[in-house]
């Protein structure tokens, strides 16, 4: 990909001074322009060689635009905070709003291309990491992200020439560290694995521009006329298409081979007494809490997904995980519809940044399955984007387990007269009628639809690392003793 970088591209003093005054007014207009719509956001990843030039462009690009809706992240090796959580939630949390702008200078490419050019890890090793980052943009992109990659290439003798020059000069000698010099030497070794990855990822949702950097003048033109030629054509499209204008194609619905709905195999007649259940509750809640005090956990963490109908006893069972957790190590994270700053955001943000590190625990009430539930069958998003939320939702899962997160996921069911009696419960008593709302009494009109939904959930979504535990919830004792044991039996198979 770098030989048509290699053409000794070169812009005089003259003819930058001409074109920089123009550029600069139209690169402003557009992101005053992208601001006004605030239906999507733009981040501009900027990649290459040492001594390309990468932090002196992302300098101009910041005083040719408006600073205040730029969001710049230099990104160096992940802080202790980051390395105890998946590798992608350092990206994740500071995705740009819609709206702002957000460069990133050292990118989710750098450490899958460090390690490898370092012997740490194996060309499958890097091939996996690429996967998973053609999946992360193309889940940026379908959310409406206008995405731009740059890769500033320079010769190699180009680049031993930067590198002298710089370190001879005083005012920038501190710019070349024998780190430079070291990656300098690996230099063949870094272009092979670079073009490896760029070859793969150079995608029609998220294409790779390579910019010779050997002329800074040129390079600043180059950058900033693609940046502005890719947002205008963005901006010049309307409504959907403008938001998230690539399609997407709609996975086939599952069959329903035997005409019944899997929470209608489940036998809710499954009682315990209240005398069995205090001797349980007190057996269960007692390994729980020495599970999450043990040392191997202090190097792991638990994501425990509570969802289920209304009224089925999510807050019961939460409450019941809780007394048995140190109250200084666990959040409950309730998820309601998303705010104004979520709404700004990819689907997943506001789920990524709850994401625990070592020795925690994060309880979600409701969760990213919303998405493939309420959203589907209220018709509040696409049916495109809850189709393509099964196979994002996995990868999401996926990450989370393979950074040391064990994940229990609880569907909590209960039938329609259970759930009547409950509701009727909740409006007679006072201290419970916050419990009940005019949208609950709603939602049973569409309990097939909900079904339906569910069903489809379970199929696509339970996985051998995030399988989903159905509870039968009729009876509120024997779920909640379900739920501590599914969750010791969850941290005991982990640590």
């Given amino acids: 990909m770098f030989e048509s970088a290699e053409l000794g591209h070169k812009v005089d003093k003259e003819t930058f001074e001409e074109q920089e005054p123009q550029l600069r007014k139209d690169l402003l207009d557009a992101q005053f322009d992208l601001a006004e ?21 992302i300098n101009t690009l910041n005083a040719w635009m408006d600073p205040r809706h730029i969001e710049t992240n230099g990104l160096a090796l992940p802080s202790d905070e980051e390395a105890a959580r998946p590798p992608m939630w350092r990206f994740w949390r500071r995705l740009p709003p819609n ?3 957000g460069i990133f200078f050292g990118s989710w490419y750098t450490l899958p291309i460090l390690d490898r050019a370092y012997g740490r890890t194996s060309d499958a090793d890097l091939d996996q990491s690429i996967e998973e980052i053609d999946r992360f943009e193309r889940m940026l992109t379908d959310e409406g992200v206008l995405l731009l990659k740059f890769w500033f290439h320079l010769p190699k003798k180009a680049q031993r020439r930067r590198l002298k020059r710089l370190e001879g000069d005083p005012k920038t000698r501190w710019r070349v560290s024998k780190t430079d010099w070291e990656r300098f030497g690996m230099y063949d070794r870094f272009r092979e694995i670079s073009g490896h990855a760029l070859r793969l990822t150079s995608t029609a949702h998220a294409p790779w521009t390579v910019v010779e950097a050997t002329d800074a003048r040129y390079r600043h033109l180059s ?25 997407y194609p709609v ?9 019944e709905r899997l929470v209608e195999r489940l036998d809710l007649t499954q009682k315990l007494s209240r005398k069995d259940y205090r001797g ?22 638990l994501v425990a997904v509570f969802e289920g109908q209304d009224a089925a006893g999510k807050g019961g069972a939460i409450r019941r995980v809780t007394a048995a957790l140190d109250a200084r190590f666990y959040r ?48 509040l998003t696409g049916e495109a984007a809850w189709m393509r ?34 509701f009727k419960e909740r409006e007679k008593h006072h201290f419970k009628r916050f419990k009940i709302t005019p949208d609950d009494w709603r939602n049973r009109e569409k309990w097939d639809a909900y079904d339906d939904a569910v069903c489809d ?30 969750l010791v039996r969850r941290l005991d198979e982990a640590l």
């Fill in 457 to 486: 959930m379970v199929d696509r979504t339970s996985t051998g690392i995030a399988p989903w535990t159905l509870v039968e919830a009729n009876d509120k004792y024997f779920a909640r003793i379900k739920v501590l044991k599914t």
């Fill in 99 to 101: 709206g702002k702008i």
């Fill in 332 to 379: 409950i994270v309730p998820v309601a519809a998303p705010s104004d700053e979520e709404r700004a955001h990819p689907y997943l943000w506001r789920f990524w940044r709850h994401v625990p590190g070592h020795g925690l625990v994060v309880i979600f009430d409701r969760s990213w399955y919303g998405r493939v539930l309420v959203e589907r069958v209220e018709k």
């Fill in 37 to 57: 719509a605030g239906d999507f956001s733009v981040i501009i990843v900027i990649a290459g060689v040492d001594g390309g030039g990468r932090g002196e462009t």
């Fill in 280 to 301: 349980e509750l007190e057996r269960w809640q007692g390994r729980l809490n020495r599970l999450a005090r043990s040392r191997k956990f202090a190097k792991r963490a």
């Fill in 223 to 247: 950058v900033g006329r693609t940046i502005l030629e890719v947002l205008r054509r963005r901006l010049s499209q309307t409504g959907e298409r403008r938001r998230r204008p690539l399609p």
């Fill in 251 to 259: 996975l086939p619905r599952l069959p329903d081979l035997d005409g």
């Fill in 389 to 422: 939320a099964y196979a994002e939702i996995n990868d999401f899962e996926d990450q989370l387990d393979r950074s040391g997160i064990v994940l229990a996921k609880f569907w909590l069911t209960i039938d329609r007269d259970e759930q009547l009696k409950r």
